[in-house]
C-alpha cells in the first residue's frame, strides 16, 4: 500500500474538514424534521463523503492485519470463491441438502437460472438444480432437490472484494489495497472500512456503485441509516436492472430501515423468492401511509418523537400476561436478570399488558444469549409489540400472531422482521447482529403517532407505518426465545407522552 499518498495529500485537509462538516451539519438538520414525505426516495443533493476515521497508524495497522488474513491479492482474485451468493450456516436433519456433504460456509450460488444474492431460495414449489461451492476442495457442484424445503439455513454470502479484483477496469495499484480493505471490513470494521474508502478515493479512485453499496453497508453498521440512503440511491441507479456489483440485499436492508416501501417492492419484483415472499406487504403499507392526511404523514421517526417526549416508565405496573412474565417481573422490575431456557421450537414467552391502553410505547430488551440449541428449526429471539385479545397464554406461543411489529433474530445471522398489517414477515441478513454466544445485544421496538421503528444495537432495521386499532384492543409487549439459553438483562417499557408548555 502506497502510504506515502496519505501524508502527500494533506495540504487539501483543511478544505476538506470544512466540507464534510457542513455535510454533516445538512444531514443532521434534515434528519431533525420531516421535511418531505419519508415514503419519497430522491437523489441526494450532494455525493455522500467517506470520513477518514482513523488516524494514519491505527489505520495501517488494522489494515495489514486485514491483508494478511486475505494473503496473496493474486491468487484471491484466481480463486474460484464466488463474490455472492446464499452462505451455508447449519444442515438441517431434513430434506436433500443432508446428502449433499455440505458443511458450515459452503455456499448455494444459483438455483435454475437464477444467481443467489442471499434471502431466500427461488422457485420453492418446484424440482430445481442447486449450484453449491465446497470450500474444502474449491469446488462448484451443481445438485438436483424436489420441491419443498432444501434443508439448509442460510445467510448472505457476499465478498465485494472478490468482485473488485476480477474486474480489471477498475484495478490500479495506487489504491487496490485500500479497495480491498474497504471492502473486506464493512461489517466486521466499518470504521476502518470507511477510511479505507475515504484513502482510496484520495488517491484517485472514481466512486463507482460498488463505492457507494460499501458506503450503504458501512453507514447501516454506523446506525446512520439517512446516509446509507443516500449511498444506496446512487448504487442503484448504477444498476437499475441486473445486479452485478451492487447487492439486493445491501439495498433491501437500507429501504426497509428508510421507509422506503415503494421501492422495496419495485426491488422484490427483480428477484423473485429470493428477497421476501410476500412483496405486496410493502406495497399495501406504502398504500396505507399514503391514504393518511399530509399532517401524518409528514411526522417525524419515532425514535425522534421520542426524544421530544417524556418518558413513563410502565414497567413497575405492568401487567404479565404469561406464567413466565409473572414469575420473572418481580426480578426484573429490580433490574436484575433473569435466564431462560426453551428447547428448539419451544416457547415459553414473557408478555406485558401496559396498566391502561396506551398507542405511543417504546420496549427495551437487553440480553445475552448463553447458549444455542440445535435442531430442526433456527434458534431465534422475538421482541415485538402485539394487539392483545381476549384468548388465552397458549396464543402467544405460536408464529401466528396477528399484526406483530418487531423483529426477531436468527442464528444464522438473519433478522425477521414482522409487519402490519397483516401477520406477515420478511427475512432480511443481518450479518453484524448474530446470536453470538456472551454477548450484550439490545433490541428497541417503538410504536409512536402511527408509524413504527426498530433497532439492532442502535442500527435502525425497520421503519414503517403500523395500523391503528380499536379504541378496546391494547397493545402489549412480548419477549420469546426459541431454541435459546438467554440472559434478560434488563427490560424497559416506556409510554411517549407528550410534554404540555
Same mark, same amino acid.
Given at each position: 500500500?502506497?502510504?506515502?499518498?496519505?501524508?502527500?495529500?494533506?495540504?487539501?485537509?483543511?478544505?476538506?474538514?470544512?466540507?464534510?462538516?457542513?455535510?454533516?451539519?445538512?444531514?443532521s438538520?434534515?434528519?431533525?424534521?420531516?421535511?418531505?414525505?419519508?415514503?419519497?426516495?430522491?437523489?441526494?443533493?450532494?455525493?455522500?463523503?467517506?470520513?477518514?476515521?482513523?488516524?494514519?497508524?491505527?489505520?495501517?495497522?488494522?489494515?495489514?492485519?486485514?491483508?494478511?488474513?486475505?494473503?496473496?491479492?493474486?491468487?484471491?482474485?484466481?480463486?474460484?470463491?464466488?463474490?455472492?451468493?446464499?452462505?451455508?450456516?447449519?444442515?438441517?436433519?431434513n430434506?436433500?441438502?443432508?446428502?449433499?456433504?455440505?458443511?458450515? %460456509?459452503?455456499?448455494?450460488?444459483?438455483?435454475?437460472?437464477?444467481?443467489?444474492?442471499?434471502?431466500?431460495?427461488?422457485?420453492?414449489?418446484?424440482?430445481?438444480?442447486?449450484? !453449491?461451492?465446497?470450500?474444502?476442495d474449491?469446488?462448484?457442484?451443481?445438485?438436483?432437490?424436489?420441491?419443498?424445503?432444501? %434443508?439448509?439455513?442460510?445467510?448472505?454470502?457476499?465478498?465485494?472484494?472478490?468482485?473488485y479484483l476480477?474486474?480489471?477496469?477498475?484495478?490500479?495499484?495506487?489504491?487496490?489495497?485500500?479497495?480491498?480493505?474497504?471492502?473486506?471490513?464493512?461489517?466486521?470494521?466499518?470504521?476502518?472500512?470507511?477510511?479505507?474508502?475515504?484513502?482510496?478515493?484520495?488517491?484517485?479512485?472514481?466512486?463507482?456503485?460498488?463505492?457507494?453499496?460499501?458506503?450503504?453497508?458501512?453507514? $447501516?453498521?454506523? %446506525?446512520?441509516?439517512? !446516509?446509507?440512503?443516500?449511498?444506496?440511491?446512487?448504487? =442503484?441507479?448504477?444498476?437499475?436492472?441486473a445486479?452485478?456489483?451492487?447487492?439486493?440485499?445491501?439495498?433491501?436492508?437500507?429501504?426497509?430501515?428508510?421507509?422506503?416501501?415503494?421501492?422495496?417492492?419495485?426491488?422484490?419484483?427483480?428477484?423473485?423468492d429470493?428477497?421476501?415472499?410476500?412483496?405486496?406487504?410493502?406495497?399495501?403499507?406504502?398504500?396505507?401511509?399514503?391514504?393518511?392526511p399530509e399532517?401524518?404523514? $409528514? =411526522?417525524?421517526?419515532?425514535?425522534?418523537?421520542?426524544?421530544?417526549?417524556?418518558?413513563?416508565?410502565?414497567?413497575?405496573?405492568?401487567?404479565?400476561?404469561?406464567?413466565?412474565?409473572?414469575?420473572?417481573?418481580?426480578?426484573?422490575?429490580?433490574?436484575?436478570?433473569?435466564?431462560?431456557?426453551?428447547?428448539?421450537?419451544?416457547?415459553?414467552?414473557?408478555?406485558?399488558?401496559?396498566?391502561?391502553?396506551?398507542?405511543?410505547?417504546?420496549?427495551?430488551?437487553?440480553?445475552?444469549?448463553?447458549?444455542?440449541?440445535?435442531?430442526?428449526?433456527?434458534?431465534?429471539?422475538?421482541?415485538?409489540?402485539?394487539?392483545?385479545?381476549?384468548?388465552?397464554?397458549?396464543?402467544?406461543?405460536?408464529?401466528?400472531?396477528?399484526?406483530?411489529?418487531?423483529?426477531?433474530?436468527?442464528?444464522?445471522?438473519?433478522?425477521?422482521?414482522?409487519?402490519?398489517?397483516?401477520?406477515?414477515?420478511?427475512?432480511i441478513?443481518?450479518?453484524?447482529?448474530?446470536?453470538?454466544?456472551?454477548?450484550?445485544?439490545?433490541?428497541?421496538?417503538?410504536?409512536?403517532?402511527?408509524?413504527?421503528?426498530?433497532f439492532?444495537?442502535?442500527?435502525?432495521?425497520?421503519?414503517?407505518?403500523?395500523?391503528?386499532?380499536?379504541?378496546?384492543?391494547?397493545?402489549?409487549?412480548?419477549?420469546?426465545?426459541?431454541?435459546?439459553? !438467554?440472559?434478560?438483562?434488563?427490560?424497559?417499557?416506556?409510554?411517549?407522552?407528550?410534554?404540555?408548555?
Amino acid at each position: 500500500m502506497n502510504w506515502s499518498t496519505i501524508s502527500t495529500l494533506r495540504g487539501h485537509k483543511t478544505v476538506q474538514r470544512i466540507t464534510l462538516t457542513l455535510v454533516l451539519l445538512f444531514v443532521s438538520i434534515r434528519g431533525m424534521a420531516a421535511e418531505i414525505d419519508p415514503l419519497v426516495w430522491k437523489k441526494p443533493t450532494n455525493t455522500p463523503m467517506f470520513r477518514e476515521q482513523l488516524a494514519t497508524a491505527e489505520f495501517q495497522t488494522r489494515s495489514q492485519s486485514v491483508l494478511a488474513e486475505l494473503g496473496d491479492l493474486s491468487k484471491l482474485e484466481q480463486s474460484a470463491i464466488p463474490d455472492h451468493g446464499a452462505s451455508v450456516s447449519r444442515i438441517a436433519d431434513n430434506g436433500p441438502a443432508r446428502n449433499w456433504n455440505l458443511k458450515p %460456509g459452503d455456499v448455494l450460488t444459483k438455483v435454475d437460472q437464477h444467481e443467489l444474492w442471499g434471502g431466500g431460495l427461488p422457485n420453492p414449489d418446484a424440482r430445481r438444480r442447486v449450484t !453449491v461451492f465446497r470450500y474444502a476442495d474449491g469446488r462448484t457442484q451443481t445438485m438436483s432437490a424436489d420441491a419443498g424445503p432444501v %434443508g439448509v439455513f442460510i445467510g448472505t454470502h457476499w465478498r465485494p472484494e472478490l468482485a473488485y479484483l476480477r474486474t480489471k477496469k477498475l484495478r490500479n495499484s495506487k489504491w487496490d489495497e485500500f479497495v480491498v480493505v474497504g471492502c473486506r471490513s464493512y461489517e466486521a470494521d466499518p470504521d476502518l472500512a470507511e477510511t479505507a474508502w475515504f484513502q482510496a478515493i484520495r488517491a484517485g479512485y472514481q466512486q463507482d456503485e460498488l463505492a457507494n453499496i460499501c458506503g450503504a453497508a458501512i453507514a $447501516m453498521r454506523q %446506525g446512520r441509516p439517512l !446516509v446509507a440512503a443516500d449511498f444506496a440511491y446512487l448504487a =442503484r441507479e448504477a444498476e437499475p436492472k441486473a445486479a452485478k456489483l451492487v447487492s439486493p440485499m445491501i439495498l433491501l436492508r437500507v429501504m426497509l430501515a428508510n421507509y422506503k416501501l415503494d421501492d422495496a417492492f419495485e426491488l422484490c419484483q427483480r428477484f423473485p423468492d429470493q428477497l421476501t415472499d410476500e412483496p405486496r406487504l410493502f406495497r399495501a403499507l406504502a398504500d396505507m401511509h399514503r391514504a393518511r392526511p399530509e399532517s401524518e404523514r $409528514m =411526522r417525524d421517526a419515532p425514535s425522534l418523537l421520542a426524544e421530544k417526549r417524556y418518558r413513563d416508565d410502565l414497567f413497575p405496573r405492568c401487567i404479565p400476561l404469561t406464567r413466565d412474565a409473572i414469575d420473572y417481573a418481580p426480578k426484573l422490575r429490580e433490574r436484575n436478570g433473569v435466564t431462560l431456557k426453551e428447547g428448539n421450537g419451544h416457547h415459553h414467552p414473557l408478555a406485558f399488558l401496559p396498566p391502561e391502553p396506551a398507542r405511543d410505547l417504546e420496549f427495551v430488551v437487553k440480553f445475552s444469549v448463553l447458549e444455542i440449541a440445535a435442531g430442526q428449526a433456527e434458534s431465534t429471539l422475538l421482541v415485538a409489540f402485539f394487539p392483545h385479545g381476549r384468548g388465552d397464554e397458549r396464543q402467544l406461543t405460536t408464529s401466528e400472531e396477528a399484526r406483530l411489529f418487531g423483529v426477531q433474530c436468527f442464528e444464522s445471522s438473519r433478522v425477521m422482521l414482522h409487519h402490519v398489517p397483516r401477520a406477515d414477515t420478511t427475512l432480511i441478513d443481518a450479518p453484524s447482529f448474530p446470536l453470538a454466544l456472551n454477548r450484550q445485544h439490545t433490541i428497541r421496538v417503538i410504536c409512536c403517532s402511527g408509524q413504527g421503528e426498530a433497532f439492532l444495537d442502535n442500527q435502525r432495521v425497520l421503519y414503517q407505518p403500523t395500523i391503528p386499532l380499536p379504541s378496546d384492543v391494547p397493545l402489549a409487549a412480548i419477549v420469546r426465545p426459541s431454541g435459546l439459553r !438467554v440472559k434478560i438483562e434488563s427490560i424497559e417499557f416506556n409510554e411517549l407522552i407528550e410534554r404540555r408548555n
